[in-house]
């Protein structure tokens, strides 16, 4: 993830990347979109990925709860 920052920092491009790991998304991209069924459910910030948010993608309200289901 580190090498991702440095070419969107340095180059001034978008990178694009499919995560399975809320924590890693929060910690390390501003911006998430997350599908359920094949809809866009979440198009937003990571920091604005609320209980409400989480539990519409994942059936659970915090990344705890999505992380021990995994």
Known sequence: ??????????????????????????????RAVALAAGRVVYDGTTAALTPDAL?????????EEIEEAA
């Open 55 to 63: 539990e519409t993608v994942y059936g659970a309200r915090s990344v």
């Open 1 to 30: 993830m580190d090498a991702l920052a440095r070419i969107n920092r340095e180059r001034r491009i978008t990178v694009l990347c499919t995560l399975h790991s809320v924590a890693l998304a929060q910690r390390d991209c501003s």
